[in-house]
Each structure stands twice: as structure tokens, then as C-alpha cells.
């Protein structure tokens, strides 16, 4: 994961000059309305709120959560410390990237790129993400009808950089009829339950356990 480069990238929006419609701030949350059309929209110590209908290019804060609304759509999504939140329908067609922070991905939500995290959980909810999920520490859940292509990582930590969340083991759940294209690694211990109506790829480093109904017994 390019942790180190991503905290460096989400600030250069700031650091360069901006274009015409491109919305930037220091110290505050940032906000683009239903239906408005944007440039990159970034924030230090506030969060991003794109609307329902709104286009932007990315989106991108330090210390700040980002959500998309229904239908929202951008080129990228990126937060260092924060949650990042797509809502129903929505589409990034780059990556989506929260270095300590949960990503939760609303019904029918598309992502062309990567999906990645350090820790904090990350959800699907009938989503599609094309270019595989990658994690250090977060639990992951391929929600019901969910299809990832591009496979699962869950990387060992970096104790040179990352220590917080060394000790929980992630848990990975395959929801039913959930569709994981691609190889599923685990460089580190998870639990990893599968739904026995999922479809997977190859398994690295983690034996799956199957469960029926709506997910795994606790």
C-alpha cells in the first residue's frame, strides 16, 4: 500500500493552485450541493460532503471523514484519519483510500479502482469494486449480491509504521451470493467465512470457513 505517498498526495490539492471550480478549505468542512459539477474539493481538519447527483473530481482531507450521496459521482476518494461513506448508487472511477478510517459502500455503489484501508472496517452492500480490496487491520464484509473482482489482500503490518491494531485478528466475511474474482491473500491471521452461495478465487494464507443463511455464526 502506498500509505506514506497517499498522506503526501491528499495534501497537494491544497499546496497547488486551484482551478476555477475547484473548492478548497482549511479548518472546515466542505460542502457541494445536490446536482453541482466540481473540481477536486479538499479540506484539512474538516470533513467532505458531496450530495446526492453531485460530480466532483476528487475529494480528498486530512482528518475528515467524505461522504458521497445517492448517485454522487467522482474521480477519486481519499482521507487520511476518516471514514469514508458512498452512498447508493454512487461511482468512483478511480480509487477510494482511507489510511485509518472505516469505508462503508451503499447498494448498488461502483468503484473502478482499488479499495483500500489500513484498519477500520470496510463493507459492501451490493456493491462493485473492480479493482480488489486491500487491508492491514480492518474487518472486511462482501455484503449480499456483492462483486469485487481484482481479489482480497489483507497485508502483515509494517511495524516500522503501523502498530495501532497489530493485535486484532481481521475477520473476513463472504456474504451469500457475493462474487470475489480473483486471488484472496492473507499475509497475516484472519478469520475467513465464506457464504456457502458466494463464488471465490484461489485461497493464500487462511482456510475458509462455510456458513449458511444471512452471515456466520457469532
Known sequence: ???????????????AAASDNDIGKVNGAVYVDAGQHAGDVSTV???????????VQKASTVNGSISLGDQAQATG???????????????????????????KLGHGADISGQLTNVNGPISLNDAHV?????????????????????????????????HS??????HVVIGPHAVVQGTLEFRREVVLSVSDSAQIGMVKGATPVKFSGDSPAN
Do not use: C, Q
Not at 1 to 14: N, S
Not at 45 to 55: C, K
Not at 133 to 156: M, N, P, R, W, Y
Open 1 to 15: 500500500m502506498r500509505r506514506t505517498l497517499l498522506a503526501l498526495a491528499l495534501l497537494l490539492p491544497l499546496a
Open 45 to 55: 481538519n474538516g470533513a467532505v460532503n458531496i450530495a446526492d447527483h453531485a460530480v
Open 77 to 103: 476518494v481519499g482521507t487520511v484519519n476518516g471514514g469514508i461513506a458512498l452512498g447508493s448508487g454512487s461511482h468512483v472511477t478511480g480509487n477510494v483510500e482511507a489510511t485509518n478510517g472505516s469505508i
Open 130 to 162: 473492480a479493482g480488489g480490496i486491500e487491508t492491514v487491520a480492518g474487518d472486511i464484509l462482501v455484503g449480499e449480491g456483492s462483486h469485487v473482482e481484482g481479489g482480497i489482500l489483507v497485508d502483515k503490518p509494517n511495524n516500522g509504521w503501523f
Open 165 to 170: 491494531g497489530n493485535d486484532h485478528i481481521p
